[in-house]
């Protein structure tokens, strides 16, 4: 991937259904030649759902609706999330350009390993685990192979998919917080020994750094990996027109609701 001219955008925070047809949009219209970083947050609590998990069979919505967490589905696989006190990746290439999905995935997460690193945090990826099919609950309940822990806790999750030629994969980096209220949302309790298993960079720190320093980190690290320059930029035309469709696709009640 280090060929393609890489842009990162460090975009004004969205909600769910915005943030998932940009992420979308970028992927439908990526050129040949490019690869885009996109960091973001979103501008209220949301939970988002892995594409095919059966969600409501697990989860209470009109719970969520109480609490102010907002729901959406994602058009990458993997479990539920909570996005509040984190920073969201996105990143973008050609399937040609970015090879075996397994191998992209390896190298996106060993860069943000070595940015949050560079924060302080003992990063390291994880060791081959398989991660738990959809009912199994949040995705922070778990780790699998290649993600990044730290002190053996896992610090990011992320789902990858391939739309159309390209690959998308996004995640979240767990700034502080907690992923408690995942639980909290499903309809039945946790089995016992599946108590969340995740950890902050505020644990990591003794400090919450604020989310534009880890954006910086991020994006240098995934740079350095690449062996690739980024040049900052501006989410491209075409993904923007592009954009307005696929927000009406994650805002409907079919998709976020399917089984």
């Not at 995935?105 to 945090?121: E, M, N, Q, S, W």
């Not at 992320?158 to 996004?170: K, P, T, V």
Request: hydrophobic share 45%.
């Amino acid at each position: 991937m280090a060929r393609l001219r890489w842009t990162v955008v460090f975009d004004p925070p969205r909600d769910g259904a915005a943030n998932m047809a940009v992420d979308h949009a970028l992927a439908d219209t990526v050129e040949p030649d490019e690869g885009w970083l996109r960091l973001y947050r979103w501008v209220r609590p949301t939970l988002s759902l892995g594409r095919h998990e059966p969600a409501a069979d697990i989860y209470d919505f009109a719970r969520a609706g109480r609490l102010g967490i907002d729901v959406v589905r994602r058009p990458t696989g993997g479990r539920g999330v909570l996005h509040d006190a984190e920073l969201t990746y996105a990143v973008v290439a050609p399937v040609a350009a970015a090879g075996r999905l397994r191998a992209a995935y390896a190298v996106v997460h060993a860069g943000l390993a070595a940015g949050l690193r560079a924060l302080g945090a003992d990063a390291r990826l994880a060791a081959g685990v398989a991660p738990g099919p959809p009912r199994a609950g949040a995705c922070f309940d778990a780790t699998a192979g290649g993600e990044v822990v730290a002190g053996g806790r896992k610090l990011t999750g992320s789902a990858q998919a391939r739309i159309g030629r390209a690959l998308l994969q996004h995640g979240s980096v767990l700034i502080d917080g907690s992923q408690d209220v995942v639980g909290e949302l499903c309809r039945r309790p946790a089995a016992a020994g599946t108590a969340a298993a995740s950890t902050t960079l505020r644990e990591q720190l003794g400090r919450a750094p604020s989310w534009e320093e880890v954006a910086t980190a991020v994006a240098e690290g995934l740079a350095a990996e690449l062996g690739a320059g980024m040049a900052e930029g501006e989410l491209p035309q075409p993904a923007m027109r592009r954009m307005g469709s696929l927000e009406r696709h994650y805002r409907s009640r079919e998709w976020t609701l399917r089984r």
